[in-house]
């Protein structure tokens, strides 16, 4: 009997989950299915998914049962046997499930092949017994009589990789993936975004910078904006402390500065008290000493919100990582042309496309929404960030 097998994966369920519930089988092992027949119900946070067949065939091992929860995305939870000869399905199905057949995922079929592992000869520690790569990895260490640590594990690479040099890992940039990898890992981020037109706040600043010693950046108004929306939004400015919702008196943006080996972001306090060009000497100074490595941890610490722009690399938007324990970030890029329709006519604009990261813990959508509008407002009529 020759036959070809097809993983049945979780599959990935939404943004805000990548988790979810076997609800139940339609279909029993041996069953035949038609492709694109409906074979399992699969449950979310939020809603009921129906699993489809992606092929004809029959319905082989089940490797997670009804009701088994919290499966990640992308793990097998079914096998779909697809038989290449004559003999009926469900007789293929039956010797498949009374045969001694090694079931094992491609990665480490690949692995043992190089290895020169006999696949047969290894016990899986996968969902149902299935053999996955670091199984071969295992087996590999223990012919060659090492221990299988999960770093020696991880060092065992294929053959046919590209050569390459390992280069030690910085303290910031340590500090940067334990704190980013806990943000998404902890922190249910949820995005939202808004297109602003800067032609107003464009000629505004060129005007100020012909006659202010200090040359006002675009990044400086988004700081004086963000930060009087955020005041204006006091329940934005807020973060998530377990028991208790810490909602802050004082707005403090924290401003993500690129250096050698990763990034920094230095925090304005009060900024939403502070006028335009005491922003832009603040920001710059503190930028200045960031790149130049003097920058005192304590300008480092605290924030209420933060700031990302890589408006300069001309990247036009980003999805954003929040800082935690912030609850939100705002990423800024490239302003560019483009045609917009206002009164029922068409025109030429310049457009920067805004989008915020935020903690839904503490952040509903509405609220999100809110705050983004009152910033579009305030960019588009920036003389009021002059009086505010």
Same mark, same amino acid.
């Given at each position: 009997?020759?036959? !070809? ?61 009804? #009701? ?7 793990? &097998? ?5 697809? &038989? @290449? ?56 260490? @223990? ?29 910031? +940039? ?13 922190? &249910? $981020? ?21 006659? !202010? ?18 005041? +204006? $939004? ?27 080996? #990763?990034? !920094? ?36 610490? #605290? ?8 408006? !300069?690399? #001309? ?26 329709? +206002? ?16 903690? $839904? ?28």
């Amino acid at each position: 009997m020759s036959e !070809m097998t097809i993983e049945l994966q979780m599959p990935a369920l939404s943004n805000s989950s990548d988790k979810g519930t076997v609800s139940r089988w339609l279909k029993t092992e041996g069953d035949r299915v038609d492709s694109g027949e409906v074979i399992a119900e699969i449950e979310s946070e939020k809603a009921t998914f129906e699993l489809q067949a992606p092929a004809k065939g029959i319905l082989g091992t089940i490797l997670v049962q009804a #009701g088994t929860a919290e499966i990640a995305s992308g793990t &097998p939870i079914g096998l779909l046997l697809t &038989p @290449e000869d004559n003999e009926p399905p469900r007789e293929q199905a039956f010797k498949e499930r009374g045969s001694s057949r090694t079931i094992a995922s491609p990665a480490a079929r690949a692995a043992a092949g190089r290895s020169g592992i006999d696949i047969r000869s290894l016990r899986g520690s996968g969902p149902g017994g299935r053999i996955i790569l670091q199984d071969v990895n295992a087996a590999a260490l @223990e012919r060659t009589g090492a221990s299988s640590t999960a770093a020696e594990l991880h060092r065992i690479e294929p053959s046919d990789l590209a050569p390459w040099e390992d280069i030690p890992t910085s303290a910031m +940039r340590k500090t940067l993936a334990q704190r980013l990898t806990a943000s998404k890992q902890t922190i &249910p $981020h949820f995005y939202a975004g808004i297109q602003v037109e800067l032609d107003e706040l464009i000629g505004l600043r060129t005007r100020l910078n012909e006659v !202010m010693p200090e040359k006002l950046s675009i990044n400086d108004f988004l700081i004086k904006a963000l930060s009087v929306a955020l005041r +204006r $939004h006091p329940d934005a400015n807020i973060q998530f402390n377990g028991d208790t919702l810490r909602r802050f008196k004082r707005v403090d943006i924290a401003v993500a500065v690129a250096v050698t080996g #990763g990034v !920094m972001a230095p925090v304005i306090r009060g900024a939403d008290t502070k006028t335009l060009t005491a922003i832009c000497a603040e920001s710059r100074a503190l930028a200045g000493k960031a790149r130049a490595g003097t920058l005192p941890a304590t300008d480092c610490q #605290g924030g209420t919100f933060s700031l990302s722009n890589l408006g !300069m690399y #001309g990247v036009t938007e980003f999805l954003p990582i929040i800082n935690p324990p912030q609850a939100g970030i705002l990423a800024a890029g490239a302003a560019q042309p483009a045609v917009v329709s +206002r009164d029922g006519s068409l025109r030429s604009a310049t457009v920067l496309a805004l989008t915020a990261a935020f903690d $839904h813990r503490v952040i509903d959508g509405a609220l999100g929404a809110k705050l983004l509008v009152t910033l579009k407002t305030l960019l588009e009529n920036p003389f009021a960030l002059l009086v505010d």
